[in-house]
């Protein structure tokens, strides 16, 4: 091949490591940090994490009550705030971005989890378990999002609505 193929493709290459691959992308193990977190070791390159998982995450909310049926006013202001502050980099459905896709976000994580990592994004990316294993595959950080408390959970909401819970 010549040079410019190959520089073509390296730099595809490069751009494939850097994305976040929970469907089908190649993974870069050795961005696994294992020093700092000796529990980490993704044993798939998918961000799967088991349906129920209870964890609570670190952060204020302890304990979120949800409403059933599910609050549509609610929702559609949390989805005003996801086309503003996240679309850039997450999509509805199971396909990932610069984040995982959220189809199916309300399986993996307990609600008080979702609301401690939106309002909470740099101390669970340091210390929670399951966030370092994102980071690992992710490679790029979320930013803080600055929320309160009410929009965390109106996106919430809206997570729910799009997991089509009742
Ligand atoms: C600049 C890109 C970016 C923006 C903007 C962003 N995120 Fe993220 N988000 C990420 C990345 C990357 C991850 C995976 C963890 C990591 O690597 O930091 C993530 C992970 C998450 C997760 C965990 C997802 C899962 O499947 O476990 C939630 C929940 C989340 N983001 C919510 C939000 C919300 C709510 C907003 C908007 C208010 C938002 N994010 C805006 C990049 C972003």
Redesign the pocket.
């Known amino acids: 091949m010549n040079k410019k193929t190959f520089l073509l493709l390296a730099t595809f290459s490069v751009l494939l490591t850097f994305g976040?691959s929970n469907n089908n992308g190649t993974v870069n193990k050795e961005t696994v940090n294992t020093e700092a977190a000796p529990d980490v070791k993704p044993k798939t390159d998918s961000?799967v994490?088991s349906p129920g998982n209870a964890s609570k995450g670190i952060g204020r909310f302890k304990d979120v009550q949800l409403s059933h049926p599910i609050d549509a006013a609610m929702a559609s202001k949390g989805q005003s705030?996801?086309d503003a502050?996240?679309m850039?980099?997450?999509k509805t459905d199971d396909e990932k971005l610069?984040?995982?896709g959220?189809k199916g976000?309300t399986d993996?994580?307990s609600p008080e989890w979702?609301m401690n990592?939106?309002t909470n994004t740099q101390v669970m990316?340091d210390k929670d378990l399951?966030?370092q294993q994102?980071?690992a595959?992710?490679?790029?950080?979320?930013?803080n999002?600055d929320?309160t408390d009410e929009q965390a959970r109106q996106?919430l909401e809206f997570m729910r609505q799009n997991d089509g819970k009742k």
Do not use: S
Not at 137 to 143: L, Q, S
């Open positions: 976040c961000l994490v705030i996801f502050k996240c850039a980099c997450h610069v984040g995982p959220w976000v993996r994580h979702l990592f939106i990316l399951t966030a994102e980071l595959v992710c490679v790029v950080r979320m930013p999002q929320l996106i």
